[in-house]
Nanobody, 115 residues
Framework: QVQLVESGGGLAQPGGSLRLSCTTP????????AAWYRKAPGSQREWVAS???????AYVDFVKGRFIISKDNAKNIIYLQMNNLIPEDTAIYYC?????????WGQGTQVTVSS
C-alpha cells in the first residue's frame, strides 16, 4: 500500500505563493506518474498538473505560467509551487500517484486565497 501525505497548504493573499509537498513514507515515486488535483467548494475534483517518471510535465490551462510541478527523487517528494495565487485557487489540493495501473491518493491539504 502506498501512503501519500500532503503538506504546505494554508492561507495566502492574492498574488502570493505557496509550495505544496507530497511525500510517501516508506515508498518512493519511481516507476510511476504523479499529479495534483484540487476540489473547490461546490465543485468536482479537477486535475491541475502532472509529472511523469521521466520528468515530463503537463498543466491545466488556468494554472499555466503560475504553477510548477516538480519532484525530488532523492527526497521522494512531489512539489507544487503555486505563484500569483488568485481567490479562485481556493480548494483542497490532493496528490495522486499512479503505478502499475493503481491509483493512490492523499488526504488533501487546504489552500485558501483571501485578503
Amino acid at each position: 500500500q502506498v501512503q501519500l501525505v500532503e503538506s504546505g497548504g494554508g492561507l495566502a493573499q492574492p498574488g502570493g505563493s505557496l509550495r505544496l509537498s507530497c511525500t510517501t513514507p516508506g515508498n518512493n515515486f519511481y516507476s510511476g506518474a504523479a499529479a495534483w488535483y484540487r476540489k473547490a467548494p461546490g465543485s468536482q475534483r479537477e486535475w491541475v498538473a502532472s509529472i511523469t517518471s521521466g520528468g515530463a510535465t503537463a498543466y491545466v490551462d488556468f494554472v499555466k505560467g503560475r504553477f510548477i510541478i516538480s519532484k525530488d527523487n532523492a527526497k521522494n517528494i512531489i512539489y507544487l509551487q503555486m505563484n500569483n495565487l488568485i481567490p479562485e485557487d481556493t480548494a483542497i489540493y490532493y496528490c495522486k500517484f499512479t503505478r502499475l495501473n493503481r491509483e493512490y491518493w492523499g488526504q488533501g491539504t487546504q489552500v485558501t486565497v483571501s485578503s
